[in-house]
Structure formats: structure tokens, C-alpha cells
């Protein structure tokens, strides 16, 4: 029995390739069609934000779709950390720092017509200190908590006493801020995007729309939610935001007060969560840029024409020691050793991508207070095996925690880096447990409460200056180090509320000494992360705080 | 018919009352709370204790559910911890691209899977059978994640034929009406967005394919070998009918039915890979925000969530067993 | 009265044995049709080729599999990977390992986390199953609620999908190679459950069983010699399938970043994740794992589909 040909799979066949070819056709021409009118840039974003209001914000998501929109009094020189004018021209403090003055720019406008004026500095943080209700929550107000403290009226026994005392403004273009007790958090704190202002007319629009406090829900106010409602004084303006495509649409704002507008009509950023999709998405042309590249993808970006500038460095990565759980780590000569037994230049040339350096304290050489004279621990295993032996530790046995399916900026693949440790460290004859944990929530919940010997973790700085990175680990005892050393604290506890910047630089390498000396944990390396742009695009200045203006980005 | 009905969906509800309970149990016993996924490095006690409270996650496990199912038959399923919108709102705006997938991936299955099947069984046993029955096997061997990959690099990165993910081109002019892209573009006349979601369902629509179209491949075939070897075929054959006649009339369509409601029940397995393929290509549906909800410990969504992937499986099930009964008058003595 | 129950038995189970006798015949001819099937001849072969492999992978290793030999070789930060060449057949790992040895060792982790799940699966799901279905056909109004609580349960499990499931198990029991087998394991539960019950329905209907009932051969007896014996084919052939299914989701699972984590055992599911990543720069480093997983996947699928067919009595010629 002969079986004919049969005529619905001949068409289906058919069908298929007329579908390919069209499609073939089709992207062609979208191609000429984004050639043509180049007005829109894309950039490639790992995560959705959280909101657009950039006061609800507490990640770098966030604030990178934010920072286009939205200025703040102090910012940071374009490249680097110092602080420089934003929407203050000058700023000055009162010799106890407790009073912060504010010289505004002039002829700012929001992108809803509204002047900036002394008055809206105040109303903007008489708004974030009566906050009240879910905005008291730490999800919604992390930042407020953090550089000013808690509220008008606490709700909650966790919420801490507030700093801010409250703003005045002297005239059109003053403001001053007053603060209960000084602070290694002013100035900087000033320039976190957190802080950056907003038109009184949103603010008054803001009120009527609060985040719904009821039960146990935790809600973004709606206007934070959606395009329309939020005005800062930015180059650009957010019109959209589509979250089912996952894409922010900023549009350029013509009445921009800077010296040049926008390099580009339209921004997009656009949610990519997968760090291989997002790179074949530039390598398709479907995006222009995106952050987060991992450091293999450098050379074979750059060797396809993309460009991948270099930023400065800005964070530390360290392998933490919980001194409590053994009391062998107690010892400092069994921490030397560990010191001494990792190969940290290796993980340098071999992991970090070009502009990374192994770290010799606990902040970077970036940030003021930096010291050229801590104690350092050369990769030598044999003196680390014999500080072993003194300490009678020779069987030292480490429950070694590290997260998986997680990329931080100090960190681009901590697996890996892992792997390269735990070489190190049974190299010098130390047992090691891998303890590998999910980033959200296990590992932060794990090592923040002491459940491992050794962990790695890091940290990206706020603004410049090192209690940003220091008093986050070390002015006080907590779990997380599991130490008690009254030097250390007491020398952080002091340097928190002293006023003038360059005592506090002094006090700052003080400190980095006497804890490289105590050597609480292994500073590991600080690295750069990398961010790739198509070739027809002219680069914005990259920063060291990932602060980006994209207002800087044209096409060739 | 209608008491039947009525009576397999009231015995929905225990099963599903019972898979609250289960779930609700089980998604609070995931080790560590939403505080430190909201603030990862930035988290600290004092705010855990703080988003703890907030959220009520410090009462009792059973006074905790007793006020999600008070408000479960309020019709409100809560709000999402990680975006603070409400669980049904979030669910509405993923849900149409998991749908337009899963659509994408059984026509893809469906389109190979039974012509290939067909053929298999027809040329039962010769090199073609058992190339179409391998090939398609080999579909389902792939891991989702990696077959994702090549497609992604092949026709995206090296051919430029299709976008590398997404559901629309960015700065395509499409309204949102309905949320379902390719619908949307036909309903307001913007064809352009329509075929440009088309475009970007292929890709993603391909790799989740691989699943389905070997239990297609498979179901087809026996199916067409059992009515093969019926009497009827064999006496309509004898009788000098056209073979044309024979297999369209007689084999195909009778072949058909299990392949059919095999399809509806392939629903479960699609929304397992959907989670890979979704994060795979950026394609922003509820598999891929399901993942990221366990691991932000999004208690609320998590609960929302798997109660409509239930409560839809279940139906689909419930649907396939009343239409088999309907085709087939034996089941329905039973 | 206790002689006449038992020659009652011996009847029953004589009538039965006839039965079986038939029994065993299919399974004889479907031995015979296995035999002479393509697909179950390749897919044996890729099968005893892995099993081989896994068994003495360890041993004809040419490295260690976990130590870096070559770390100032390789520069995952400047795309610089070492390929395939004399000393290293299939290249160097990112971390500067032999892929080889890697290869040839992870073999067997792949097929201890696919027979150990599988068994798992099949344990707790014929298990359940099997109670089920005992219950239902010869428990009475008792046995029929049984079954339906018992199926209620496996009906949730299956609403989940396997995937969640999967990932949210790990979430909960932290990541070890045993969650992953768990994990994996748990997902074919409910599947075998279903199966099992379902054959074991089948048979009690068929006439041996009526007629041993009719002969008042005890219940536990028919069902344990002869309802369960008979339906356990379709189970045995899922669980050569279950087995690809096992391999491909851990990989899967690995993907997720849930998968085996500790480095001193490489399996192929984590060695094809971490790979993904270069695969731009180094793709003979995926390659390796995914053509692993593939083939053997296959391997098992091929052979329980065609295990499948050929005790389908429908489909026979």
C-alpha cells in the first residue's frame, strides 16, 4: 500500500517557511526603523524598581531609573566621589554640625512648572520626618531611618529617635536644615537619592494618595506606582511605566535648568532579569546598554566592537569570621593564618574583571580615610600553617557560607570565588563545610545571625565616607562578627558624631588600623562593576557609585 | 448532566480548602522572612522585627490563617510583600503572557507533533518512526534552560531573525486593552504590535514546545495505530473507499479525541516549564514571578498564586473528564 | 474449616496462575517485541553505556576532579579558557579543572541522584498508590473514603506544578545533594500514585480476581499475590522514564541555583549551569554536561517508551 503524499503537510511546510522568511523580513525592518530615528535608548536593567518615587527606594534598581528624574541639594563630581553642588550651588554647616544651610540654584524648575525655592527644601523634608502610618516602615523609609532617624511621632518601638529637628527657610533660595546631633552621615547623606526632591504640587498630590496602612499589608502608595503624579527637576521626566513589559519610559524635559539636555529624547529602561539574556539582548541590538556585565563577557564584547568603560572602584568584598562560634577564631593567630593562607591577588587576576584590586582594609583607597599603614597579610601558606601550629589549630575545621544564583557588584560570581578560597584554605590544612545558601533570604537571615564560621559578603558605599562602610560592621557588637573589642567600638561610637571632616578622616585611619590589627575578618578585594554600551552610542561618564547620567548618552 | 457537574465542582472545594491549609503551612515554614528580602545587605534586626510586626508575621501561624481566609472570602487575597500591590493585580497583569506562552507552545506541539505522530504510525516500525519518535523525544531531554540558550543565540544574537526576549519590541505603539498583546493589536487595528508579539512569542513559544510535543507525538500515535487495526477502518478499506476518504474520515478523526484531551491535561507540566522559559526569556509571566516570589518569601503572592494554578488545573481537568464523557457514552455510565 | 479456606486458596491461586501464565507470556512476547524494537536497542545501549561509566568513572579518571591544577591557566575575567588539547581531552573548567575527569566522575553523581529520586518517587507513590487502590476496590465504604482523602492529597501535589514544588522543597530543606534528590523525588509521587492505582483498578475488574473473590480467597492474599504483581508493569516502565525526568530536572534545579552545591562531588546538571555562563567564551564547557545529560536522558527515554509500546497489548500486531 502506496501512502500519498499528503497535501496538509505540504502546506503546513510551506506555511512554516513563508513564517520564517516574513519574520526574517520583519525584524529587518525594524531594524532600518531604529536606525532611522534613534531617539530611544535602551538600557538593560537586572531587576524592576521598586518604585518611582526614589524617598520609597533602598536599591540600586531604583535609584538608577530615579536618578534621570529626580536631583538632589548636594551631588557627586560626574566619575567620582566627591561631593559637588547638585540643586545647592554652596552648603555649609555650623561649627557643631548641627545645622546644615543650603545656597539653591536659581531658575530651577520641576517638570510640572513649579520653581524651586527655599520653602520646598523644607516642605520636601517636613514631609519625610511626618511620615506616619506603613511609611514608617523600614521597606518604605530605609534611608530617612538610616541618615535622619525616625519620625514626628514614632509608631513603633523598633523605629529609631529621630535626628532632624526640622527646616527653615531664610529666604527664596536658602533652606536650612537642622539636626539634633552631628553626624558622619552629613553631609553625604544629602546627596543619597533618597533625598532627592520633589514640586510641592506632587507633594500635595502625594498626601491625598497614602500607602494603605491597613492590616498587614505592606502597600506602595499608588502614586509611586505609576507614571503621572511624580515631579523632580531631572533632564528627564517619567511618562511610563509598563510593569507587564517590565519598562520605564522617560521622556527628554525640555525646560531643564542644567547647562545641556538630554543627549536623547526617550529612555527606556527595560527589566531583564537573566545576566546571559541580557548580554545576547545587546548582542541582538535589542537594548543599548546594560549594567551588571559579567567579567568573562568583557573581552568578547569588547572584541565585538561594544563598549565596556572601566569604573572606579567603590566597594569591598571580605570573608567575615564569627569569632563566637569557635573559639579557636578567637585566637588572632589562627585569623592570620587565614589571612595569610588566601591567594587574594589570584582571585584579582583570574575573577575580578580589569580595575579590581585586592583590598588591604575594609574600605576601599576610594574613600576618605583610607591608611597606607595597616597591618597587611601576605599570601605565604607556610607561615599560615605555622601560626597554625602555635595556636595549636592545626585540625581547624570551618563552616564556610557562600550564596548561589546571585550576582553583587563586589561580587560577580561568589561560587567561584569560593571554589578559589576553599583551594586556599585546605591548602594550609584546613578542613572546609560548604554551607551554600540562596542569597534571598536564607543567606542575609544566616550570616547576619551567626550561623557560619566564615562567609563572604560585601558592601557598596552610599556616599564618601568611611562610616558609611565602617559603622555598618563595627561600631558596636553584633552577630554578625560575633567579637567584643571596646577599642574599635568606642573609636566608632566617637568618630559617628564628630563634626569636622578632617578629624574624622584621622580618627577613620585610626580605625582601619587597629582593625587590620584585629583582623575581625579577611578583606578580600574591591572590583568595579562592568557596564557595556552599544558602539553607536556616546558614553555617559561612568561613576564609581554606579550614578550613571544618562542624560550624558547620545547616539553617533 | 448539570448535577454532575454541579457536584464535581462542589467536590473542588474541599480539595481546595485543604490545599490552602497544606500551602499555608508549608510556604511559612521556608526558612527566613521577607525582611531580609526587601533589604538584603541593608536589612538588620531592628527592621526585621519592624516588617515582622507590620505584616502580622509574628502572631501564630493559625490566627495568621484564619485572617487570610477571612479575607479570602472577601474576595481579597492580600498585598505582595516585594511590590506592595494587590496579589489579584499583579496576577492580572502576568497572568495573559503566561497564557499567549502556553497558547504559543501546544499550537507549536500540536502543529508538528500531530503530523509527525501520524506519519510515525502510519510507516510503523521503518526509520522514519523511529526518527520522529526519537526526535521528538529528544525534545523533552533538552534541558528548557539550555535549548533556551542555543535558540536565543542561533536566532536572536547570530541570524537577527527574532528578538532575544521580551514580549514587544520597546517603543512599539501598542494600547494595552486587554493585556493579551497579540490580542490587543487586532482589537484596536495596531497589527504591526500584534505581529510584533507574534514575533516575540516564537522563540520562548519553541523551547517551551519541547515539552509537549512528545507526549503529542506519542498520544497521536498510538492512538492512530489503535484505529489502524479497528474493524471499521479495515472493513471501510475493503469496501474500495478512497484512502483519502479513510484517513481523514475515519482514522484522524477518531485518533484525535485522545490526543485532544491529552493536550488539556499537558497544562500542569507547561506551567513548570514556563517558569524556566519565562526567566529564560525575560517574558514577564506568573512562572517566572512564582520563582522569584518563594525566594522573596512573598507569602501572599505565593498563597494567590498557586490557588489559581490550582483551582485552574483542576478545572481544565474537570472540563476533560465531562467533554470525554460527552464524546464517549461508556464513561458516563461510570 | 480452615483446610477447606485453604484449598479454597489453592484453587484461587491456581485459577490465577493461568492467569499469570498468560501474564507472563506478555511479558515473554513483549520481551521478544523490546528485543527486536530500534529504539530500545539504542536506548539500551546509551543506557549500559552510562551505567558503565558511572561505575568505573572514578577510577579511570586521568586527574582529580576538584583540585585546580591549572588555575594559572584559565582567566574567566579576560574570556581566557583553555580548550581541548593532549593533556586535557575536553578542556579546563573555569576554575582551571580537568573537564574529563570531571565528566567521567560526575557520571555517577548524575545517576545516584537519578536512581535514588526515582526510587524515592517510586517508593512513597506505589506506596501511596497501592493503598489506594487496594482500598478503594476491596475496603468497603471505609476503603472508599480512604481513597478519596488519599487521592484528594495526590491531586494537590499534582496542581502544583512540579517545578515549585521542586524549588520550594529545596527552599525549605537548604541545599545538599539529598534535597535535591528529595526534591526531585517528591515530584514523581504523585505520578507513580496515580499510575498504580489506576493499573491496579484495571486488574481488579479483570476476571481472575472476580473469580478468585468469588471463591473467597482472602482479600489481602488477592491483592498482594495477584492484583499488585499484575498492575506493576506501567509503574516499572514510568520509572525508566522518571529516570531522564530526574536527570533533567535537577538540572534544572542547579539552574534555579538550588541544585548539589558542594563542589568536591561534580555533577553534570551543576557543571552545565555554571557553564552557561561562558558559553560565549568556552562552549565546549557547557557542551560537554548538556550532550551528558541529553544522551543519557534519552537513553532512559528511549528505552521506557519502547518498554511502554511493547506492553501495550492494544498496540500489538
Known sequence: ?556 | MLRLVVRRLLQLIPTLFGLTVLLFIWIHRLPGGPAWALLGERGNEAARRQIEEQLGLNEPLLVQYGRWLRRLLELDLGNSVKTGQPVWDEFTLRFPATFELGVTALLFAVIIGIPLGYFAARRRGSWLDVTAVSGSLLGICVPVFFLAMILRSIFAVNLGWLPSGGRLTTGIDATDVTGFAVLDGVLTGEFDASWDAIQHLILPGLALASIPLAVVVRITRASVLEVLSEDYVRTAESKGLRKSVVRGRHVLRNALLPVVTTVGLLTGSLLSGAVLTESAFSFGGIGSFIRQAISDRDYPVLMGFILFIALLYMLINLVVDLTYGLIDPRVRVN | MSTKTDKIDRLAALTAQRETTTGGSLWVEAFRRLRSSKMALIGVAIMALFVVIALIGPWIAPHNPTSQLWRDEVFTNRGEFVGPRGENWLGLDHLGRDQLSRMLVGARQTLMVGVISTVLGFVVGALIGGVSGAALAFGGRAGQRLDTVLMRFIDMMLAMPSLLLAVSIAAVMGQSLTTVMIAVGVVQVPIFARLLRGSMLSQANADYVLAARALGVRRRRVVMGHVLPNSLGPVIVQSTLALATAIIEAAALSYLGLGNPDAAQPEWGVMLAQAERFFDEAPFMAICPALGIIITALGFTLLGESMREALDPKLRS
Open chain 1, 1 to 556: 500500500m502506496r501512502i500519498a503524499r499528503p497535501r496538509a503537510a505540504r502546506t503546513l511546510v510551506a506555511a512554516l517557511a513563508i513564517g520564517l522568511v516574513a519574520s526574517g523580513c520583519a525584524s529587518e525592518r525594524d531594524d532600518d526603523n531604529s536606525g532611522g530615528d534613534s531617539e530611544v535608548f535602551v538600557f538593560g536593567a537586572a531587576g524592576d524598581p521598586a518604585a518611582i518615587d526614589p524617598s520609597l527606594g533602598s536599591d540600586g534598581e531604583t535609584f538608577r531609573v530615579t536618578r534621570q528624574a529626580f536631583e538632589t541639594l548636594i551631588d557627586h563630581e560626574p566619575g567620582g566621589t566627591e561631593l559637588v553642588g547638585g540643586l545647592a550651588h554652596d552648603w555649609s554647616s555650623n561649627e557643631e554640625g548641627t545645622e546644615w544651610t543650603f545656597e539653591l540654584e536659581e531658575g530651577v524648575t520641576f517638570h510640572d512648572g513649579e520653581a524651586l525655592t527655599g520653602e520646598v527644601v523644607c516642605q520636601n523634608y517636613d514631609r519625610w520626618f511626618n511620615w506616619a502610618g506603613t511609611y514608617q516602615n523600614t521597606t518604605l523609609s530605609y534611608y530617612w531611618q538610616a541618615v535622619f532617624g525616625g519620625f514626628a511621632e514614632n509608631e513603633s518601638e523598633d523605629v529609631p529617635e529621630p535626628n532632624y529637628v526640622g527646616c527653615e527657610a531664610p529666604d527664596e533660595l536658602t533652606a536650612t536644615i537642622t539636626v539634633a546631633e552631628p553626624s558622619a552621615n552629613y553631609p553625604g547623606g544629602f546627596s543619597l537619592q533618597a533625598f532627592s526632591l520633589h514640586s510641592p504640587k506632587a507633594i500635595e498630590a502625594y498626601a491625598e494618595d497614602d500607602p494603605s496602612g491597613e492590616g498587614e499589608n505592606i502597600t506602595f502608595p499608588g502614586y509611586s506606582q505609576e507614571a503621572g503624579t511624580v515631579a523632580g527637576t531631572g533632564p528627564f521626566q517619567v511618562t511610563d511605566w509598563n510593569k507587564g513589559n517590565g519598562e520605564v519610559t522617560l521622556e527628554r524635559f525640555d525646560d531643564y535648568w542644567g547647562e545641556t539636555d538630554a543627549g536623547v529624547e526617550e529612555l527606556v529602561f527595560r527589566t531583564i532579569p537573566e545576566e546571559s539574556a541580557r548580554r545576547q539582548a545587546l548582542q541582538a541590538g535589542d537594548i543599548h546598554g546594560y549594567d551588571l556585565v559579567a567579567p568573562a563577557d568583557v573581552s568578547t564584547l569588547e572584541e565585538e566592537g561594544f563598549q565596556v568603560p572601566i569604573r572606579g572602584v567603590f566597594n569591598i568584598l571580605y570573608m567575615g569570621i564569627i569569632q563566637e562560634r569557635q573559639p579557636e577564631l578567637e585566637d588572632v593567630q589562627v585569623r592570620q593564618a587565614l589571612a595569610h593562607a588566601l591567594d587574594r591577588q589570584n582571585i584579582v587576576d583570574t575573577q575580578l574583571p580589569e580595575g579590581g584590586v585586592a583590598a588591604t582594609q575594609f574600605i576601599p583607597d576610594t574613600v576618605a580615610g583610607y591608611s597606607e599603614d595597616v597591618r597587611t597579610y601576605e599570601h605565604d601558606p607556610e607561615l599560615a600553617q605555622e601560626l597554625l601550629a602555635e595556636a595549636g589549630a592545626e585540625d581547624l575545621t570551618l563552616e564556610f557560607c557562600y550564596p548561589t544564583e546571585v550576582t553583587r557588584p563586589y561580587m560577580p560570581a561568589p561560587a567561584d570565588i569560593y571554589e578559589l578560597l576553599r583551594a586556599d584554605l585546605e591548602a594550609v590544612g584546613i578542613t572546609v563545610e560548604p554551607k551554600p545558601l540562596t542569597w534571598n533570604p536564607d543567606y542575609q537571615e544566616t550570616t547576619r545571625s551567626g550561623g557560619c564560621d566564615v562567609y563572604l559578603l560585601g558592601w557598596t558605599g552610599d556616599f564618601n565616607d568611611a562610616y558609611n562602610f565602617l559603622g555598618t560592621w563595627f561600631d558596636g557588637y553584633t552577630k554578625e562578627w560575633g567579637f567584643q573589642n571596646d577599642e574599635i567600638f568606642d573609636l566608632l561610637s566617637e568618630v559617628r558624631t564628630e563634626p569636622d571632616v578632617a578629624t574624622r578622616e584621622a580618627m577613620y585611619q585610626e580605625a582601619n588600623e587597629a582593625i587590620m590589627e584585629f583582623l575581625p575578618g579577611v578583606p578580600i578585594s574591591s572590583s568595579p562593576p562592568s557596564i557595556a554600551f552599544s558602539p553607536d552610542v556616546n558614553l555617559p561618564t561612568v561613576s564609581p557609585l554606579t550614578q550613571e547620567n544618562f542624560a550624558e548618552v547620545s547616539f553617533k
